[in-house]
Nanobody, 121 residues
Framework: QVQLVESGGGLVQPGGSLRLSCQAS????????MGWYRQAPGNRRELVAT???????NYNDSVKGRFTISRDNAKNTVYLQMNSLKPEDTAAYYC???????????????WGQGTQVTVSS
């Protein structure tokens, strides 16, 4: 059974930095796009950033220039380096992965448990 395990959240002051990690385990098949989403109370879950296995990235406009997504395919791990954090970045951050199924198709329905990021002075 595939599991996505996140780490690295916490409390940080505005302008500070945090690095999130998410490792996928238990998959015998290939992992495609990996990404980070976030959800603040009362809001919809929104995309933060995604990265393909080849390293192509996509960012929410609100985090461009401040956040960097990267991955280590050998470790099945995706990272999110968050710099210049703002109070509006406060949310639960969720890791997502598209994992190949026995029929060859990729299912995007794999999620981590979430890690809280709070930006406050």
């Amino acid at each position: 059974q595939v599991q996505l395990v996140e780490s690295g959240g916490g409390l940080v002051q505005p302008g500070g930095s945090l690095r999130l990690s998410c490792q996928a385990s238990g998959s015998r098949f290939r992992i495609g796009v990996m990404g980070w989403y976030r959800q603040a109370p009362g809001n919809r879950r929104e995309l933060v950033a995604t990265i393909t296995s080849g390293g192509n990235t996509n960012y929410n406009d609100s985090v461009k220039g401040r956040f960097t997504i990267s991955r280590d395919n050998a470790k099945n791990t995706v990272y999110l380096q968050m710099n210049s954090l703002k109070p509006e970045d406060t949310a639960a951050y969720y890791c997502n992965a598209a994992i190949q199924q026995p029929n060859g198709y990729y299912s995007p329905d794999y999620w981590g448990q979430g890690t809280q990021v709070t930006v406050s002075s």
